[in-house]
């Protein structure tokens, strides 16, 4: 938002850049929603095929994810020998300098 970049023009910019699916409408839905399972699968999918065979891959991934279970499975299925994980709390941004 302090871009000033439409979130269409965000969103059009991602997809070119990362093919990641994002269904929200506007940025507060994503912030709302948080990125499907679909996408989890889709970039670690994504990151296996850049990688050499013997590499291991662990995404790391959000823990307060209310579908933690299908993002796990998600990763594990795209060939993820595992995960790591954050957590992400909205007042915390404010702690953040702003980089902008």
Sequence with gaps: ARSGISFE?????MRL???IPIGA??????LEEGFPPQALESETAAARGELP??????????LEDDR????????????AAGCGFFRWRR???????DLG
């Design 68 to 79: 933690l279970d299908e993002s796990v499975a998600a990763v594990r299925h795209s060939g």
């Design 53 to 62: 065979k013997d590499a291991t891959l662990m995404p790391i991934i959000q």
């Design 17 to 19: 850049l990362s093919d």
């Design 25 to 30: 409408r506007s940025a507060a839905e994503l």
């Design 9 to 13: 023009k965000a969103r059009a910019a």
């Design 91 to 97: 007042e915390h941004i404010a702690l953040l300098p």
